[in-house]
């Protein structure tokens, strides 16, 4: 119909009372590869594939069998309509299925005129539809059979769904939010690592990935999502860091050489200290010949090493260029404004300090470690060493090399790089074979040094994006999304701020000459509410990473010292569209495992689904790894998620739908203990946090009791088990006398009013007497362990 045409155009308001769409898979709608047969008005977009449309069709000339002519002429339409909502792209709402908690309908939701039509019509063939008992007993019942069929949502049931400009506008773009960010999620796929700082692929088919922490451990994970319990590398001994928040020394960089199959080798960027000195050192490893997941310690070849005058502004970016050679990145040397020489080291090409730096990784002829590319745009310059490529670099924090359009290969091999600022201005630049960075005459588009700014001679190569320091202070460079699970981010250059903790992108213009900036944020109200999607992420973004498919991921920690395991590694999804099954499958090389392997465990886990509860259209995979001895009790994803209007009765579900009462718990941290973290609650389908710098044992001992513990052992104030920043502070000033069954019942202020601040966000831990250990939380947030 007419109708049908809505849902090819895209939506583009923030609803927030409004469900997200999503599929009876829990799954963001696609675009078929093909168009449907069945339900060919679903063929632009929606939730069935080829085969699902095949299965419906079948199923639907199964039950026209069970029809004369005449009950196929008077019923035949409804049956179609009713077996192909499954397809539609809200019909996780039309189906009730949007939260695993609640049980999915057997049949969708009816506008009342259409329900009316269909019982005076075609009530008989109910029983075609559904072998539910209760819900036979309703086909004599015209008012009872269609109040259980309204979903009280008068958008949403069916045909209305079909005609609403609110729905069809902008279905299957990424969703703006209410002040024009686009609004994304996320899914946690590493935690409890201590500053990571790079994640990398080997490019080898295996689709492993290696997360390198300041310390100077390297991780390997599985495409399984498992970790190698052994680490790939271990040099702590002789990696310069300390547990000090924001040290900027450390294990800075990690790079696999393109032909890594072939060569078996890799590079490390880290901070030594040589006598009275402190250095940045490049080193090549190279895998062992008996395990392909442990580097071998003693072959490391030393190629580089640079003097740093200070301790900050250490660079630490490796990376491989389309053309084979490795580029490294340096800090300026530290301390503000450059001050070293007349000119800074950023504009001193004698120096290395500043620079991005080219070279060829093969021994030279001479027994030099590497070699000098002879296309180096300063080789013939009397003075400038050899390996700059470019220069005028302040602090050049995480670059990353386009691996270009899929279909048409436009934009590959070109470098981004964010270069953090001095005191007003981020910056982020592409790398320009001999190009200037302008540092530190300019920061972003800004004269830093009047002199020499004003200098004739500088010819600076300015950024395609700057921001103030009301955005961020501390820019972190990311990617070209080149994925395929999210066509709609495709071509966005995604990137971020440590100390804001904002994602952000920039979408290329017509010629490269100019870049759109559109700041990410996280999905509200249902746009997350899909299993194992998150709406929030720990605040200082630290990297950005591509796995060997190109899907995009962030790396981030609740605590910024290297002693602390608050990382996390997050995979950024958009929840409007994703790609066709099957289109995005992986086939890794298998590797061989020696040693134990971790299994990835989220730090907050899903809701599970009780058999009941399962979709009837896609029942789930059965599990292939073993569950845990203590598994967590379960808990709804954080954030809010608005309630649902209108009746909830169901046709065809047994049970009660399980849903969580106000006031209840749960403890959030980034650590593995149990029984300990910050103290969340929820108040009207809405989780957030406590905050009250005057929280007690008697009211931790409330918490405890509801989350099933003996006691309190301890209470956590000023935010020591971390901040719930993206939650809203939802209770201040409790007091209870430690009787209550939930916090709720103690004397609070009014949900949601407070006079504090996310920095007093409080935490708890429980136990079951005086013999359980406090190692995880007597030592605050420095002193938490794996």
């Known amino acids: 119909s007419p109708a049908l045409g809505a849902l ?54 199964a039950l026209a069998t069970f029809l004369d002519p005449a009950g196929l002429r008077s019923c035949g339409s409804f049956l179609h309509d009713l077996l192909c909502q499954e397809c539609s792209p809200y019909a996780a709402h039309l189906y009730d299925a949007e939260a695993t908690s609640s049980p999915v309908r057997t049949l969708p939701g009816l506008c009342p005129e259409y329900c009316t039509a269909f019982w005076l019509r075609c009530r008989s063939v109910l029983s075609l539809l559904t072998e539910d008992p209760a819900s036979l007993e309703l086909e004599g019942d015209h008012a009872r059979f269609c109040a259980t069929l309204e979903l009280g949502d008068a958008t949403y049931c069916y045909p209305a769904v079909l005609g609403s400009a609110e729905l069809s506008h902008g279905l299957g773009q990424v969703r703006e939010g209410a002040h024009g960010c686009l609004q994304v999620c996320l899914q946690e796929v590493a935690n409890g690592l201590r500053n990571p700082v790079a994640m990398v692929h080997a490019g080898d088919g295996s689709h492993r990935f290696f997360v390198a922490e300041q310390l100077g451990c390297i991780w390997v994970f599985l495409a399984n999502g498992s970790r190698a319990a052994r680490p790939f590398l271990d040099l702590r001994p002789a990696v310069l860091t300390s547990p000090w928040a924001g040290d900027e020394r450390g294990f800075l960089g990690l790079a696999f050489h393109p032909r890594f199959r072939a060569t078996g080798t890799f590079y490390v960027y880290y901070s030594i200290r040589a006598g009275t000195q402190e250095r940045i050192r490049i080193s090549q490893f190279c895998v062992s010949a008996q395990d392909p997941n442990v580097a071998d310690p003693r072959s490391e070849r030393i190629l580089l090493e640079v003097t740093e005058p200070a ?3 250490n660079g630490g970016q490796l990376l491989f260029g389309a053309d084979g050679l490795l580029y490294i990145f340096t800090g300026d040397g530290g301390r503000a404004g450059d001050p070293f020489g007349a000119f800074g080291n950023a504009q001193n090409k004698s120096s290395l300090l500043g620079k991005v730096l080219r070279i060829d990784v093969e021994p030279g002829a001479d027994g030099t470690p590497y070699r000098i590319p002879p296309d180096n745009p300063f080789v013939e310059e009397l003075g400038a060493r050899p390996e700059v490529y470019a220069y005028g670099v302040r602090n050049m924090w995480r670059c990353s090399v386009d691996r270009g359009d899929p279909a048409s290969g436009a934009g590959r091999g070109r470098i981004f790089c964010g270069d953090v600022g001095q ?28 002199a020499l700014c004003a200098n004739a001679s500088l010819d600076d190569v300015p950024p395609i994006f700057a921001y103030s320091h009301r955005l961020g202070r501390s820019v972190t460079g990311g990617y070209v999304y080149r994925g395929c699970h999210s066509p709609n981010l495709h071509g ?6 440590f100390m804001s903790g904002r994602l952000m992108s920039l979408q290329e213009g017509p010629g490269s000459e100019h870049w759109h900036y559109k700041e990410l944020c996280m999905g509200v109200g249902q746009t997350c509410a899909f299993p194992s999607l998150l709406n929030h992420h720990v605040p200082y973004i630290i990297s950005f990473a591509e796995d060997e498919a190109g899907e995009l991921y962030f790396l981030s920690t609740a605590t910024p010292s ?69 598994p967590p009790s379960p808990i709804p994803e954080a954030g809010p998620r608005p309630r649902k209007t209108g009746p909830r009765r169901r046709l065809g579900t047994n049970g009660a739908p399980w849903q969580l009462r106000p006031g209840a718990v749960r403890l959030v941290h980034r650590g593995t203990g149990r029984g300990w973290g910050r103290l969340e609650i929820l108040v009207g389908d809405q989780w957030g946090t406590v905050c009250d710098d005057h929280f007690d044992e008697r009211a931790a001992a409330v918490v405890c009791r509801q989350l099933g513990y003996r006691r309190a052992l301890r209470v956590a104030r000023q935010a020591e088990f971390g901040q719930g920043a993206t939650l809203p502070i939802l209770l201040d000033d409790v007091r209870c006398q430690g009787s209550e069954r939930s916090l709720l019942e103690c004397h609070t202020s009014p949900p949601g009013q407070h006079n504090c601040a996310h920095s007093e966000d409080v935490g708890v831990v429980c136990g079951h007497g005086p ?14 362990g794996l």
């Open 311 to 313: 301790s900050n502004h």
């Open 492 to 497: 966005l250059y995604i990137f971020g701020d």
């Open 562 to 630: 290297a002693a602390v395991p608050a990382g996390i590694v997050y995979r950024i999804v958009d929840p409007s569209r994703r790609a066709s099954p099957g289109q995005c499958e992986i086939n890794p090389v298998p590797v061989p495992i020696t040693g134990k392997l971790i299994h990835f465990r989220p730090t907050q886990s899903d809701t599970p689904l009780p058999p009941s509860m399962q979709p009837h259209s896609t029942p789930l995979p059965p599990r292939t790894l073993p569950a845990p001895a203590n």
């Open 8 to 61: 090819l155009l895209v939506l583009s308001q923030d609803f927030l009372v409004l469900p997200h769409p999503q599929c009876l898979d829990y799954k963001p709608p696609f675009q078929p590869p093909q168009p449907l047969a069945f339900c060919p008005e679903y063929s632009a977009f929606g939730c069935c594939d080829g085969q699902r449309d095949a299965q419906l069709g079948a199923r639907f000339q």
């Open 423 to 450: 005191n007003k201005y981020e910056e982020v630049d592409l790398i320009e074979p001999g190009g200037n960075y302008g540092w530190r005459a300019k920061e972003g588009f800004a004269c830093y040094d009047q």
């Open 771 to 784: 013999g359980d250990r406090l190692e995880r939380g007597t030592q605050g947030a420095g002193g938490h």
